[in-house]
């Protein structure tokens, strides 16, 4: 049915998973989410991590700053904090009435890009958890465990295992986002739990298996973390995505590096796909005849999970092939995107 629609119009999406980083960085791919999504959940994982309310509130006037001022009243940054060994529940109090600190992200130390600040035991965080459940502010988490003698494939099965599970006993109406999953065991956490629980998933995950990392020789630009895993693993993240379950919604992980930090001997993680975010999405979903689903996981569900109100535009996506740059600019240097110099079908008008 699907290959018969020239277009698809559907209520504007929102991005619950988004990288900008900062600076002249900033500049050159915010306008890339800004065309597409009302509102995105901004990382907090900077070179310095965001990890009070003070400093969301000037990381956020960065942001709204580096808009041209049409799209300022039309795009907004969801702030969230980089939660430590020592963030104190007060913090979670100034989050809370700042208005526009809407959840705290938990990075296990060492587990990402810019995590060694990230928490080292979750148990030290308990009381700060507790002020979170109290409070209502959602818990967002990079799943994975990063026990060097666990497999690289295996660490978000893991997480589940040790850390998850336990974290949902301790503290039941504590709502969790559990962050790009990239496993049939992290889908079937979430179908399991509670209303409390939720996941985003990446155009990425949707679309690669691991194979995709050595097609041709090593592929740095397919890298992320978490990494790709196996074809039954995706083909699992799809069906979740496809099946109108709102625990699963949009977030992208859209995380830019430059060219010379990803083509190196220590490559960073991260996949740049905000250049085409619902156009990806939109391959994805058409891969199974499915994008009559695609607003409710795009534009609906995550609004719903953060109890923030459904957006009332729409964007309209025009079947068009159009080739994807080689590059884009990023702060002086070359920033490739996931499908670089190949095809895509969809465009967002």
């Known amino acids: 049915m699907s290959s018969f629609l020239t277009h698809l119009k559907i209520i504007r999406p929102d991005d619950w998973h988004l990288h900008l980083r900062d600076g002249e960085q900033l500049k050159d791919v915010l306008l890339y989410t800004a065309r597409q999504f009302a509102r995105a959940v901004i990382m907090p994982n900077l070179r310095v991590p965001v990890v009070t309310t003070e400093m969301a509130q000037a990381y956020y006037t960065r942001i709204i700053s580096a808009l041209p001022e049409v799209l300022q009243s039309q795009f907004q940054p969801l702030m969230t904090l980089y939660l430590t060994d020592n963030t104190q529940p007060s913090e979670i109090v100034r989050a809370k009435n700042s208005g526009i600190v809407q959840a705290v992200k938990l990075y296990p130390a060492g587990a990402t890009t810019h995590s060694d600040a990230g928490v ?15 409070q209502d502010i959602p818990l967002l988490v990079h799943g994975e465990v990063t026990d060097p003698n666990i497999d690289v494939f295996d660490r978000e099965k893991m997480f589940i ?44 995950h949707l679309l690669l ?65 905000a250049h085409a ?30 109890e923030l109100p459904r957006n009332t535009d729409t964007i309209t996506l025009r079947r068009k ?29």
Not at 129 to 134: D, G, N, Q, R, T
Not at 249 to 270: I, M, R, W, Y
Not at 277 to 305: C, H, I, N, P, R
Request: hydrophobic share 40%; charged share 20%.
């Open 209 to 273: 298996n691991r194979n995709a990392l050595f097609q041709g020789g090593i592929r740095p630009h397919h890298y992320c973390l978490p990494i790709l895993k196996r074809e039954t693993h995706r083909r699992a993240l799809l069906q979740a995505a496809v099946s109108g379950n709102a625990k699963f919604f949009l977030g992208t992980d859209s995380a830019p590096h430059a060219l010379v930090n990803k083509e190196q001997s220590c490559g960073c993680a991260g996949i740049f796909t």
């Open 277 to 306: 975010a619902m156009e990806l999405y939109a391959t994805a979903f058409e891969q199974v005849d499915a994008l009559d689903k695609l607003e409710g996981f795009a534009s609906f569900f995550g609004a719903d999970f953060y």
């Open 161 to 204: 295992e040790r850390t998850l599970c336990m974290l949902t006993q301790h503290f039941p109406q504590l709502r969790i986002v559990f962050e790009h999953i990239t496993t049939r065991d992290a889908v079937e956490f979430v179908k399991q739990s509670s209303e409390k629980i939720a996941a985003t998933i990446t155009a990425h």
């Open 120 to 134: 080292t035991n979750i148990s030290k965080c308990f009381k700060t958890l507790a002020e979170m459940e109290k």
């Open 321 to 349: 092939n159009w080739m994807v740059p080689e590059r884009y600019d990023f702060a002086g240097e070359a920033l490739i995107p996931l499908y670089a110099d190949a095809e895509l079908s969809w465009k967002v008008e």
